[in-house]
């Protein structure tokens, strides 16, 4: 855990490094890319995926996966616009309210099943997506779900996505971006978050509930996905019943880019929120470019398998390492 450490400045180092290659690339070859107009589409197209980013973070360090957090997303959102919409007078607050807790529901689902049931993390995840993607299009009957227009000056847009040019997002997402590194950093949950990560049998023989602390993990990740419901709404207003689909490919794509390793032990928040920025910079500059959104897909494709072989050789370097110093 200790070489994790030290390796992880320097893989964040990297992931900043490409952040700054593609905008000096984006800012020749694409369109308008170096303005603020373009600036405010990165940010209002990075809030939800940071949100989610965030909170599988906390899952993917434990050694899981969390592969329904779009799908629970968008279906957290939609019910929360179904309610608004139809949900006989209630209050907005109040149905942003509902949304996080069914976001944190899906959440603590998936952690019973991974840790009671002990179903692996990526057969009761894809279960889960399954499942959320049901539920919302049949509470709503798959009909599309509205949330106020930021255009209009209401509070919700304002308070969630920006006032005038100003991204208020933007500070909600620094916001519970600090207080997430606190958690995981600084707290008993964070350290047996890593600990659990790599070496579960040997944090059990310790005395510790095992079972509970990873449970924590997927709920912050459910948490997460409803939070990121809210911001999703707030920038694009209208969600459809059943989508979100490969959502949580961008979300888990940025984790492994900043650092974060899919087996689990070494992971860094602040790597994450470099590889959000790297795929919504990816996504707009490549739009700016006037490509095809197949071309796009290949090319976010292309990010993801490139993000995952780094992951698979640092995880080989750390093997090497440890059998190293095992064998001195």
């Known amino acids: 855990m200790n070489t994790s450490k030290k390796k992880l400045p320097l893989e964040k180092l990297l992931a900043?490094?490409?952040?700054?290659?593609?905008?000096?690339?984006?800012?020749?070859?694409?369109?308008?890319?170096?303005?603020?107009?373009?600036?405010l589409n990165i940010l209002a197209s990075s809030y939800f995926i940071g949100f989610l980013a965030i909170g599988v973070t906390f899952v993917i360090i434990t050694g899981g996966i969390d592969l329904s957090i779009g799908t629970v997303m968008m279906c957290s959102a939609v019910i929360g616009g179904f309610l608004y919409q139809n949900g006989a007078g209630l209050p907005l607050w109040l149905c942003l309210i509902i949304i996080v807790i069914i976001g944190t529901l899906f959440g603590l689902l998936n952690g019973m099943m991974?840790?009671?049931?002990?179903?692996?993390?990526?057969?009761?995840?894809?279960?889960?997506?399954?499942?959320?993607?049901g539920l919302g299009s049949?509470?709503?009957?798959?009909?599309?779900?509205r949330f106020p227009?930021?255009?209009?000056?209401?509070?919700?847009g304002s308070t969630f996505l920006r006032v005038g040019n100003f991204p208020t997002g933007a500070i909600w997402l620094v916001l519970f971006f600090i207080v997430a590194i606190i958690v995981l950093n600084k707290t008993k949950l964070g350290r047996y978050i890593f600990a659990i990560g790599s070496n579960?049998?040997?944090?059990?023989?310790?005395?510790?509930?095992?079972?509970?602390?990873?449970?924590?993990?997927?709920?912050?990740?459910?948490?997460?996905?409803?939070?990121?419901?809210?911001?999703?709404?707030?920038?694009?207003?209208?969600?459809?019943?059943?989508?979100?689909?490969?959502?949580?490919?961008?979300?888990?794509?940025a984790v492994v880019i900043g650092g974060t390793s899919l087996s689990g032990g070494v992971g860094s928040l602040t790597g994450t929120l470099i590889g959000v920025f790297i795929m919504s910079v990816l996504r707009i500059g490549l739009t700016q470019m006037g490509l095809p959104a197949p071309i796009q897909v290949f090319f976010t494709g292309i990010v993801v398998i490139g993000a995952v072989?780094?992951?698979?050789?640092?995880?080989?370097?750390?093997?090497?390492?440890?059998?190293?110093?095992?064998?001195a």
């Not at 049949?138 to 779900?145: C, D, E, L, P, R």
Request: proline share 4%.
């Open 16 to 39: 900043f490094g490409a952040l700054i290659i593609l905008c000096v690339f984006f800012t020749f070859t694409g369109r308008g890319f170096a303005s603020w107009p373009t600036v």
């Open 114 to 133: 991974v840790t009671k049931l002990g179903l692996p993390p990526f057969i009761s995840t894809l279960g889960i997506m399954m499942v959320s993607a």
């Open 138 to 145: 049949i509470v709503t009957n798959v009909q599309a779900q």
């Open 149 to 156: 227009s930021p255009i209009g000056g209401g509070w919700f």
């Open 200 to 253: 579960e049998e040997a944090v059990r023989l310790s005395g510790v509930n095992t079972s509970n602390w990873k449970c924590i993990a997927y709920v912050i990740s459910g948490l997460c996905a409803g939070i990121g419901a809210i911001f999703h709404a707030a920038a694009f207003t209208t969600i459809t019943p059943g989508t979100g689909q490969g959502v949580e490919l961008q979300a888990i794509a």
């Open 309 to 327: 072989l780094l992951d698979i050789q640092r995880t080989k370097r750390a093997n090497q390492v440890k059998k190293k110093r095992n064998a």
